[in-house]
């Protein structure tokens, strides 16, 4: 189709064969921009930058350039179309330098949010020499004569200019609503589809939740009768369930494992949403084992049996703004397929949600704004790491004072968190279940065990746990994981009651073998289950023994959760040994030596207090954090990430996507893995969905696909496996792992054998 005179193009035809129209684009991104910041007071800043972000398009070398590639089919020069809008509004903040740094959202906004130092030298630059801007808007405004007012667009009234972290978080929302409306208005030009059904309101779905946890109540007590631990959960339940009426603002939901808080913290935040007008839920949990646990609990309790799904699992860690090893870029679809949380009802990991908040690409920020107006519930929250603390805090603070969340903060070992800097002043929080404590003393089902010398050692534990049958044992990695499920299988190839759980095992594998594990305890036949510390969080076990390598306090009692979970043996009967071995592993990260040494005080052989003591866990995070957290929120001497929250204040956006990077360098790198055991109807549909990653336009829905085949592994491993032909690039920072994967352990680590 050729293009009339006088008219910009923004795209080129889609399927049908009709360009995609300057003004179209720009009006529609504009559009979809300003309603999505509408909810925090920044839609005018929104809309403004969304119909701008494309200037560059409208020079004459731009356009002839595209139109050359599709008449030819050859790739044409095209200069790059991000300066022109930048350089407009940088122009146009006049006395307003706050507006000067958003001019990063164009410039950023196929590439990634730069450093403010950088922007600022390349603004002047572009300011100096202006005839690239001058002919694009001078072109622009003969289809869009709204391109000649200069006026500045107007920043919500709630911001503070001298707040850096305010400026700053108001950075990424804007530069999210304004990527999303750009990919949704681009998407919609090239893959159009039928219109979305209007998603169903928070009402509508806590009524669901409340009559379909109701019928699940009933079918339990009819097939395994009602326990006094059901009588328990179901008046924290409702508890709940009032509290939901509170303004909006953080919540605490402190209950003892095993008191159903997947269950009780769904229900508070759909019924909190549904009074207080609230967009949607957001579950954001340490692992992806759990979300694939909560995940499933949720959809049989929201999705309908007909139609869309209302839950959307998210816990997808490939960059799809990464370069593809085999081009020099992204692929083409790649700012078309990353996930933006357009969903009711999201589950996701604490990774994802941290990389939401604090990453730089296009792919990570453009679900942000969708957290805005919405209950945002951080399951396992002690499992925050430290490091880290201080820019989390203050970024959740943000999202609460200023874009219309309410935070919930769900755990049985409730950190104190309002003792560190960003919370110590003027952010109050609400318990949900008002007075806890009697819950725990109600709820101590286990007996701690503590065991030290040069005896205790990893083959010790083994032998003294298979003595028992059925017993769980927790150690601090995989390496130990491995040691201790060859010690029980003694040479042999397998024991089907011997198992082993780690994230070396892809989300299809994990979930086996907790299936299995479930069936055997249940059956009461012999279980051995070796774990790495994923286990501590979610995870619906019942052990009758349990052994945890020595950690953190928190981590001990988690582990402890997962014996007599339902309360049918006698405290004295169930024990559970902290152990400390001679050759295990040990946690090496500061906060676990802060944390280990406030622990020593409180916890142990001949101490007080047990990991389920409440006020010696308060008296323990206090004196943990006071260890390493600085004086002030920028202080350059703390531990608890300071100097993150400084580089925030400087608008350093790459600099604190790199630091803020949750996951330790041990387990960095996810990598598909289509099992050898395996079914072929599973390994066809899997091996379906690589190939569309590598030759097709892929869709969140693609890589959802493949998340029953994801496992990690350290970067280290990948690179090396990469060279001997054990993995291959798949596209972006996605790989496919074709090296050895054993039945019953996963990618095993090098070091070991077989």
Request: net charge negative; hydrophobic share 40%.
């Amino acid at each position: 189709m050729p293009v009339p005179p006088g008219r910009l193009v923004a795209h080129s035809p889609g399927h049908r064969g009709t360009w995609h129209w300057y003004e179209d684009h720009a009006r529609g991104t504009a559009e979809r921009a300003r309603e999505f910041a509408r909810i925090w007071g920044g839609g005018e800043l929104a809309c403004r930058l969304g119909r701008d972000h494309d200037l560059g398009k409208c020079t004459c070398v731009w356009q002839d350039g595209l139109i050359e590639e599709n008449v030819s089919g050859t790739k044409a020069y095209r200069p790059p179309h991000k300066d022109a809008g930048a350089a407009l509004l940088a122009r146009i903040a006049g006395d307003q330098p706050v507006l000067t740094p958003f001019a990063g959202v164009i410039e950023g906004h196929h590439t990634g949010l730069s450093a403010w130092a950088d922007l600022r030298v390349r603004l002047k630059a572009l300011m100096a020499d202006p005839a690239e801007v001058d002919e694009a808007v001078s072109r622009a405004a003969r289809v869009m004569p709204e391109m000649l007012d200069r006026t500045a667009p107007a920043l919500p009234a709630w911001l503070d200019p001298r707040d850096a972290a305010s400026v700053e978080m108001l950075v990424r929302m804007t530069f999210s609503a304004v990527v999303d409306a750009d990919r949704l208005d681009t998407a919609a030009h090239f893959r159009p589809t039928a219109p979305r059904g209007a998603d169903p309101s928070m009402a509508e779905l806590s009524e669901r939740y409340e009559t379909r946890r109701r019928d699940s109540l009933a079918k339990r007590r009819r097939d395994r009768g009602e326990s006094w631990l059901d009588a328990l959960r179901e008046k924290a339940y409702q508890e709940a369930i009032e509290s939901a009426a509170g303004a909006q603002g953080v919540y605490r939901l402190h209950l003892p494992t095993g008191m159903g808080k997947t269950f009780t913290g769904g229900g508070f935040a759909l019924r909190h949403a549904a009074l207080r007008g609230l967009r949607r839920v957001i579950v954001a949990v340490p692992y992806i084992s759990i979300t694939d646990q909560n995940a499933k609990v949720y959809r049989d309790l929201l999705d309908p049996e007909h139609g869309a799904p209302v839950v959307l699992e998210h816990h997808s860690a490939v960059d799809f703004d990464a370069t593809d090893r085999r081009h020099s870029g992204p692929k083409p679809w790649a700012k078309l397929a990353a996930e933006n949380w357009d969903a009711p009802f999201i589950v996701t990991t604490t990774v994802r949600l941290i990389e939401t908040m604090f990453g730089n690409s296009p792919s990570a920020v453009r679900r942000l704004h969708r957290v805005a107006g919405s209950v945002l519930v951080l399951d396992e929250v002690q499992s925050l790491p430290d490091d880290l603390l201080t820019p989390i805090l203050s970024g959740l603070r943000e999202l609460v004072q200023h874009y219309g969340v309410t935070l919930v903060l769900s755990s049985a070992t409730q950190p104190e968190l309002a003792a560190l800097n960003p919370w110590r002043n003027g952010l109050p929080q609400r318990d949900i279940v008002a007075d806890p404590a009697p819950l725990f003393e109600k709820l101590r089902r286990v007996t701690y065990d503590w065991r030290t010398g040069p005896d205790v050692t990893l083959g010790s534990i083994a032998a003294e746990a298979a003595a028992h049958g059925r017993a769980l044992v927790v150690v601090n990695g995989t390496k130990d994981a491995v040691a201790v499920h060859r010690a029980w299988l003694g040479g042999e190839e397998e024991d089907p009651g011997v198992l082993h759980l780690s994230t070396r095992m892809t989300g299809g594998h994990r979930k086996e073998v907790i299936g299995t594990t479930k069936e055997r305890l249940a059956s009461g036949l012999p279980t051995l289950l070796v774990s790495t510390s994923l286990i501590e969080a979610g995870v619906d076990l019942d052990f009758p023994r349990g052994f945890r390598a020595r950690s953190l306090p928190e981590s001990e009692q988690q582990a402890a959760g997962r014996v007599n979970r339902e309360g049918n043996a006698a405290a004295e009967d169930s024990l559970m040994t902290v152990f400390e071995p001679t050759d295990g592993l040990r946690p090496h990260a500061i906060h676990n030596r802060c944390g280990i040494a406030a622990a020593s005080r409180r916890f142990g052989d001949g101490r007080l207090a047990d990991p389920d003591d409440l006020d010696a866990l308060r008296s323990y995070y206090r004196h943990r954090y006071r260890l390493q957290a600085g004086s002030s929120a920028t202080d350059p001497d703390g531990a608890t990430g300071e100097v993150i929250e400084a580089l925030r204040e400087k608008l350093d956006f790459p600099e604190v996507a790199r630091r803020m990077r949750m996951i330790d360098n041990e387990y960095s790198v996810a990598v598909v893995v289509i099992r050898p055991h395996l079914a072929e109807n599973d390994r066809r549909t899997a091996r379906e969905a690589v190939e569309v990653f590598r030759t097709g336009v892929p869709t969140p829905d693609t890589f959802r696909a493949l998340g029953d085949h994801m496992a990690s592994i350290p970067r280290k491993e990948l690179e090396a496996a990469l060279l001997t032909g054990h993995a291959r690039g798949i596209a972006g920072d996605l790989y496919e792992w074709t090296g050895p994967y054993h039945p019953q352990r996963g990618i095993e680590p090098p070091s070991q054998d077989g």
